[in-house]
């Protein structure tokens, strides 16, 4: 029996039930489980961590049973022993079966994560401690009701996300939006009723904490006249802050209208992100 932690989360024990490569440099895993039936989501950049099996093991070991004592429990297990935690976005819920899918970024060379994704396969069990309520504290796309136009950027790392918001807008919304890959292969066809012109900026990027590709071609960029804009901006950390700064001081958007989140950090594992409490 599966532990609650501290609503509107829990953990939640899954098996891979089969995996898809979208591109050189993603891979869709889709997990199933009983527990899913207890799994809610209304956002779609909806934040999960998820605890893959420590190199070596077959299961992940996470003391699920210690209830809110899991953490220092998990912390204080050996390192060749402890699950491996990475933060992960919700790409899809599906119901009858219930299923969720999770696309993960393939490095070179590879992290933890990102190998045990290149080589899941059906059965592989993972732990998820993700919301038993649709809408929760982990969601931070949230535009207001009033918002005439809504500008999207992601990094690799934010594709995932940002493409499950993408095809999520309404008819009549409009959108302007830029979606940062490493290679032409891993473009995706998003289908979306909104009118939502996406460009895709192609090209690796390992010596800086942004793309200047993305900084020319957002700076360049003619965004529609708008009264009240929405702006989501996610990735690496020091681009995010450096994309933030442009809308709100170049292009003087409302700083309350701009939801801006760093999924990771250049040089930094998140391991010691943790350990720096960020």
């Known amino acids: 029996m599966t532990t609650a932690i501290a609503a509107p989360f829990r953990f939640f024990s899954l098996h891979v039930a089969r995996t898809r490569r979208l591109g050189p440099s993603l891979v869709r895993v889709t997990f199933a489980g009983e527990d899913l039936r ?40 050996p390192d060749d022993v402890r699950a491996v935690m990475r933060s992960y976005t919700l790409r899809s819920l599906r119901r009858n079966p219930d299923e969720i899918d999770i696309d ?34 982990a969601i931070r796309f949230r535009p207001p009701e009033d918002t005439d136009l809504v500008v999207i950027w992601g990094d690799e790392t934010a594709v995932p996300a940002a493409s499950a918001i993408v095809e999520s807008l309404p008819a009549g919304t409009r959108a302007r939006v830029w979606l940062e890959v490493p290679h032409s292969g891993d473009i995706q066809d998003l289908v979306t009723e909104a009118d939502a012109e996406i460009t895709w900026i192609v090209g690796e990027n390992e010596s800086s904490e942004c793309s200047p590709m993305a900084l020319d071609a957002i700076r360049a960029a003619q965004l529609p006249s708008a009264e009240r804009p929405y702006v989501w901006i996610a990735g690496e950390s020091g681009c995010v802050k450096e994309l933030r700064r442009h809308f709100v001081r170049e292009r003087e958007v409302d700083r309350r209208r701009v939801t ?3 999924y990771w950090r250049q040089g930094l594992t998140e391991e010691q992100l943790r350990e720096r409490g960020e």
Request: net charge negative.
């Open 260 to 262: 801006f989140v760093g």
């Open 104 to 137: 993960f970024v393939l490095h070179e060379p590879a992290g933890p994560a990102s190998r045990w994704a290149a080589q899941a396969g059906p059965g592989d069990r993972v732990f998820l401690l993700g919301p038993a309520i649709a809408d929760n504290r």
């Open 38 to 77: 207890h799994f809610f989501s209304d956002g779609r950049d909806q934040s999960l961590s998820l605890f893959i099996p420590a190199e070596g093991q077959s299961e992940p070991r996470v003391p699920v049973e210690l209830g809110d004592g899991w953490w220092q429990g998990w912390r204080e297990l």
